[in-house]
């Protein structure tokens, strides 16, 4: 058999090809060589997807934006989405080949440009390229394969498609694994090999296209490319794609919000407007929506969501969460991979032999629903056997729903729009994967740190975990360093901060209880040993009082003889007034005897002269003759005792001048008593003293009458004098009772003194001996609470030993209740810094530390699931409704044949 051939330009068989125009178009040999070429553009599109979705977390730590790997993965289905619908366009007016062949050069041209990003941002940019090219690989094999084989014969040759799809999912895990784990590779980045290995493959793809994929291909007249269109397609899909991505972070009722979902709502509002004007030549026909196709694109949109969203997540679950490496990271996704090829197979083997297709929808989107629904109750405990059977289920229903709903996309359509359906059906399969990529991953990530804190609720994980985090020597493992500074040390060291300041009070309050008891111990001790010196005391006032009681008896008794003193001043000071009296008559004579005296005067001045000059003399006279006299009696002495004819002693020579010191004294005396009684007794005409004594005879009786009275009262002084004495004598007398009572109040005193400073060293004493027992005390008290309480000692400070297990779990024991209140009641202060840029922290930690992370990232991933879950059950809820329509019995090429054909011969009639 062979290919009908056209005319260039315009489409009309030669009169020999006519006869041939019942045979079909193209033989087995010639289908399989375009199938060749098919199967080396799918698997280059494949091994894409499953070799970056294997390395896309490592990219991602590597650039330091996990958690931007939405915009990555978006950017690719932006564009592959955009340009899906395009090429089914441009390959309907210019035929298959040559843009399968332009969207393999530029799909290579991406990978080049993205094994040379620096950021997630500027791979998303490259991204975006190779998402241009990877949309002709995704739509145009559907396409060719519509043209070229009738529904009923396409599963002769699904098998060699899916041992493509096979290939790729055994061998695009191992590739992306090797290369995302190597560091480096030839030089370069291990994970840039993901990009770099499609230039070889792309290489073969591109040449067994050029070989082998020839189709004929049937002008439509004048060629109109819906440029219009395939832009505000672009600018209605992107906003809103931009505010699933961001819309966690901008808001959603942010003004940016507001402007994307005003830019989108309007580009659509003009994509509708346009398609209607351009008609037949539009990118997407309005003509092409009527019910049947409708819900086909409907289903295709709920079926994309699910299946992207599972395939983005899915692969991040097993290495964060199982702690797969990339390689078997790749090889645990492969029970999905494998439920879709058997689901396909045995669904193309159904439709092959019965031509009915109508039940699948329905099966596939209810086994689909079921396999989310089981992922809903993943949790990392569970491990890889429960997810291996969710994928295996999710896999079996997309298995069913994404071939047949193609099959009811190119049914619903003419022939003519092959390429519009089947790209179409792809569109929106990859708008519902591009808008499940964005909001799912943007829950995802969203969602990720207060989960992540929220996991800490769990008594038992939260003690365990906590346990890990403060054990020295987990948190200095090397290992652990990563997750340590990424979640746990600022926890850990806030921690700490205030267990040391609790500590800290605590052992202030054991000090200062062990202070008191110290002093009131030592304060009892020191008081009773005291009591001696209170004693001390009691006996000194006891003497103090006796010897008071005897101070008064004395008292008393001089009091009595200070009576008796007074009662002889009393009589002194009588005869002192009598004698005070007399005195005055005496005071009269004397003044009688001045005036004789005063005539006396200068005789009795001379007189008194040589009487004292002969009292001196006289003087000298007697002690003249003292000498004499005892010289005398020494002579004598020593002249007897020397006896005869001895020496004459000293004493006996003196007497010679002891008598001539006698002869001078009497001389001189009686010179002196001769000059005296001359002027007494007068001498020739000048009268004595004697002459005037005589005339003063008269004034001295007067005075001696005078001196009768003084004498009476003097006598009377006497008598007073003499009482005055007898009183004096018994005040002195009883006065030594006095004396003695005093002694006896003074030694009393000074016991009290001694035992008064007895007392006052009491209190020096016990603050001594409290500063010296303190430490100890102290000490003792620390050790038995830090017993008790299982703490440690530390410089006198209670403190945790956080290496001791016992100790650490006890203070863990005491902060997991609080810490869990703060997490429910969202008032945690002691949030998780959770990274979700770059999760390397987590590779090779403990499983103690990561633990909150993955039960977070399970709940996130759960909740994703849920969202998954209920998309499929709204996808099943439409297919109860849905009648697909019936399949052709040739393929879309010979149905064009034949209406070429048709047109020519009608032009000939």
């Known amino acids: ?108 041209a991406g990978s080049v440009l993205s094994s040379f990003s620096t950021s997630m941002l500027m791979l998303a940019g490259f991204r975006a390229v190779q998402g241009i090219g990877a949309g002709g690989l995704m739509s145009l094999p559907l396409a060719i394969m519509g043209d070229i084989l009738a529904p009923r014969e396409r599963a002769k040759y699904q098998g060699f498609f899916l041992a493509i799809f096979g290939v790729a999912a055994v061998v695009g895990p191992l590739v992306g694994g090797v ?37 004929p291909h049937f002008a439509q007249g004048r060629a109109r490319i819906d440029w219009w269109g395939a832009t505000l397609a672009t600018t209605s899909l992107v906003p809103l794609l931009l505010v699933a991505e961001q819309g966690r972070e901008w808001g959603w009722t942010s003004p940016l919000s507001l402007a994307c979902y005003g830019v989108g709502a309007a580009s659509l509002v003009g994509f509708i407007l346009v398609e209607r004007a351009l008609g037949p030549d539009a990118i997407l026909p309005l003509r092409l929506f009527n019910q049947k196709f409708s819900l086909a694109v409907v289903l295709s949109v709920l079926v994309g969501f699910g299946m992207f969203g599972a395939m983005m997540t899915i692969p991040l679950y097993l290495q964060i969460v199982l702690g797969f490496n990339p390689t078997q990271s790749g090889f645990g996704s492969l029970p999905m991979m494998l439920g879709v090829m058997i689901a396909s197979v045995v669904t193309g083997q159904v439709v092959a032999r019965t031509g009915k297709y109508g039940v699948f929808p329905i099966s596939g989107s209810a086994t689909t629903a079921a396999g989310f629904g089981i992922l809903t109750f993943m949790t990392p405990e569970r491990g890889y056997p429960f997810l291996a059977l969710a994928m295996a289920v999710i896999g079996l229903g997309l298995g069913q729903l994404m071939q047949t709903l193609t099959l009811a ?16 059906a792809t569109f929106f399969r990859q708008i519902g994967g591009t808008l499940g990529t964005a909001i799912m991953l943007s829950m995802l990530f969203g969602s990720l740190p207060g989960n992540v ?49 609790k500590m800290a009070d605590a052992t202030q309050q054991v000090k200062d209880q062990v202070d008191a008891k110290v002093r009131e111990e030592v304060s009892k001790a020191a008081h009773e040993a005291a009591a001696t010196g209170a004693g001390q005391l009691a006996d000194g006032a006891g003497q103090l009082t006796s010897g008071l009681g005897k101070l008064s008896t004395g008292t008393g008794a001089f009091v009595d003889g200070v009576g008796q003193i007074g ?20 005071a009269d004579g004397a003044g009688q005897l001045s005036s004789g005296l005063k005539k006396l005067s200068g005789a009795t001045q001379t007189a008194a002269g040589t009487a004292k000059d002969a009292t001196t003399e006289f003087a000298t006279l007697q002690q003249a003759m003292t000498t004499l006299a005892t010289d005398q009696k020494t002579c004598a002495a020593d002249t007897a005792a020397a006896g005869e004819g001895a020496a004459t002693p000293a004493a006996c020579a003196q007497l010679t001048s002891d008598q001539s010191a006698v002869s001078a004294a009497m001389k001189a005396l009686g010179t002196s008593v001769y000059t005296t009684s001359g002027y007494l007794n007068g001498s020739g005409e000048q009268t004595g003293i004697a002459s005037g004594m005589t005339q003063l005879s008269g004034g001295a009786d007067q005075l001696a009458a005078g001196t009768t009275q003084v004498s009476a009262g003097m006598g009377q002084v006497a008598d007073g004098a003499g009482k005055l004495a007898t009183g004096a004598t018994t005040a002195a007398e009883k006065g030594s009772a006095l004396t003695t009572g005093v002694e006896g109040a003074a030694s009393g005193s000074a016991k009290i003194g001694e035992g008064a400073t007895q007392l006052s060293q009491v209190e020096q004493t016990i603050n001594d001996k409290v500063a010296e027992l303190i430490p100890e005390a102290e000490q003792k008290a620390l050790e038995t609470v830090a017993s008790e309480q299982h703490l440690s000692v530390r410089d006198g400070q209670l403190a945790v030993d956080y290496a001791d297990p016992v ?18 009641n969202g008032t945690s202060d002691t949030q998780m810094n959770v990274s979700t840029s770059d999760t390397s922290f987590l590779n090779g930690a403990d ?11 399970n709940t996130s991933v759960v909740t994703i699931y849920w969202v998954g879950f209920g998309v499929m059950l709204a996808a099943f809820a439409i297919t109860l409704f849905y009648r697909v329509p019936p399949l052709r019995t040739r393929s879309a090429l010979e149905e064009k044949n034949e209406l070429a054909l048709a047109e020519q011969e009608g032009a000939e009639v």
Do not use: C
């Open 1 to 108: 058999m062979t290919a009908v051939a056209t005319q260039a330009g315009s489409g009309v068989e030669s009169d020999g090809e006519r006869s041939a125009a019942s045979a079909p178009l193209m033989d087995h040999r010639q289908i399989m060589l375009v199938i060749y070429g098919l199967m080396a553009a799918m698997f280059l599109s494949s091994m894409e997807q499953t070799v970056f979705g294997t390395a896309i977390r490592t990219i991602g730590d590597d650039l330091h934006g996990l958690d931007q790997q939405a915009w990555v993965t978006t950017a690719y289905l932006i564009t592959s989405t955009v340009t899906t619908p395009l090429y089914g366009k441009l390959s309907d007016l210019f035929g298959r080949r040559p843009l399968i062949i332009l969207s393999i050069s530029i799909f290579i």
């Open 179 to 215: 290369f995302a784990s190597a560091p480096s590779i030839l030089g370069i980045d291990g994970w840039r090999w993901v990009f770099l290995i499609n230039i070889p493959i792309g290489a073969l793809a591109l040449g067994a296209v050029m070989a082998f994929l020839h189709i």
């Open 409 to 424: 996309a190119q049914a619903a359509t003419p022939a003519q729009d092959m390429g519009v359906a089947s790209s179409s």
């Open 453 to 501: 804190t929220l996991a800490m609720s769990d008594v038992d994980k939260a003690t365990v975990t906590l346990d890990a985090a403060l054990d020295p020597a987990v948190a200095s493992a090397p290992q652990n360093q990563g997750v340590m500074d990424a979640m746990w040390t600022p926890i850990t060291d806030k921690i700490k901060s205030e267990v040391d300041t």
């Open 567 to 586: 009662t002889g001043a009393s009589g002194l000071a009588t005869g002192t007034s009598k004698l005070a009296s007399a005195s005055g008559q005496l």
């Open 807 to 824: 100790q650490r779990r006890a203070i863990v024991d005491q902060l997991v209740p609080t810490l869990i209140d703060q997490v429910k």
């Open 847 to 857: 499983a103690r530390l990561t633990a909150p992370f993955m039960t977070g990232f």
